[in-house]
């Protein structure tokens, strides 16, 4: 693991929790407590990653995630999930998110950012035989990407440059066209330096191992090889948030 992609931040809200609107109205759903017995969608298979925000909820807000109903669910099958009354609530991200409050089934109650700031969305890997066996090409590599990196924090972290042409590039790659919905997507933070920390993702395994889903924990920091970022760094100049 060389790189964070993107670093959930305590405003995010490219991802969350989502409320029927009719259980809002009724009052079944008044807090994150009444989770509890509700049919909840998530993204992943149960023990994978929405089991995690789950939990991480439960225990920031008082509720136990095993007493709800789990059930995955495709991304793309959510946004009439939500609308045919299928599931109470689930966990998605964008353009799903922006999709169902669209239609008015459902409100996100609860971001990723309120739940666990600090946890990388996506993680950039290498391959180890690269960098050990190519290690000009796989700095070059990281200095691009830090690069790119820093193009993304100035425009929609530190906003002293204007987004327009980030969403142009999303725009262009990616199935979101609406730039008000890249905005909502794009809510992250990166280190303009690469720095990662590995605690969140010590956090992940920890629970991985409480739910099964890995059966031997290990030394998370040997998953990470910090030293390409310090290098390219080095060669393009630090950046000081």
Same mark, same amino acid.
């Given at each position: =693991?060389?790189?964070?992609n @993107? %670093? ?7 991802? +969350?929790?989502? /409320?029927r609107t009719?259980?809002?109205?009724s +009052?079944?759903?008044k807090t994150?407590?009444?989770?509890e017995g509700m049919?909840f969608g998530? /993204? ?5 990653m929405s089991d ?5 909820? +439960? ?8 007493k709800i109903?789990?059930?995955f669910?495709? #991304? !793309?099958? $959510?946004?009439? &999930?939500? &609308?045919?009354?299928?599931?109470? @609530?689930l966990?998605?991200f964008?353009p799903?998110v ?6 008015g089934?459902?409100k $996100?109650e609860?971001?990723t950012g309120?739940?666990?700031a600090?946890v ?5 890997? $290498?391959s180890?035989s #690269? ?5 000009e @090409?796989a700095i070059?590599? $990281?200095?691009?990407y =830090?690069r790119?990196q ?8 530190k906003?002293d440059a204007s &987004? *327009? *042409?980030?969403y142009k ?6 199935p979101l066209k *609406? ?12 280190d303009? !330096?690469?720095h990662m920390d590995? &605690?969140p993702?010590?956090?992940?395994q ?8 890995v059966?031997?924990?290990i030394?998370?920091?040997?998953l990470?090889?910090?030293s390409? @970022?310090?290098a390219a760094?080095?060669r %393009? ?5």
């Open positions: =693991l060389v790189g964070y @993107a %670093i959930t931040t305590p405003d995010s809200v490219a991802a +969350g929790f989502l /409320v009719d259980l809002l109205a +009052g079944r759903w994150p407590k009444d989770f049919n998530i /993204v992943t298979p149960v023990g994978g995690v925000y789950l939990d991480r909820a +439960g225990q920031k807000y008082g509720f136990d995630y095993t109903n789990r059930t669910l495709p #991304f !793309n099958q $959510m946004p009439a &999930a939500m &609308a045919n009354k299928a599931v109470d @609530a966990y998605t964008q799903s922006s999709l169902i409050e669209s239609q089934s459902g $996100m609860l971001t309120q739940i666990f600090g990388p969305g996506e993680i950039f890997s $290498m180890p #690269f960098g050990q066996q190519q290690p @090409a070059r590599v $990281m200095a691009a =830090l790119g820093r193009d993304v924090w100035h425009a929609i972290v906003k &987004a *327009d *042409d980030i590039i999303v725009a262009n790659h990616t *609406d730039p008000a919905l890249i905005a909502k997507a794009l809510t992250s933070t990166q303009p !330096n690469g590995t &605690a993702v010590s956090f992940v920890d629970e991985f191992v409480k739910f099964g889903t059966k031997q924990k030394d998370v920091s040997q990470f090889d910090q390409l @970022a310090d760094v080095q %393009i100049g630090r950046v000081n948030p």
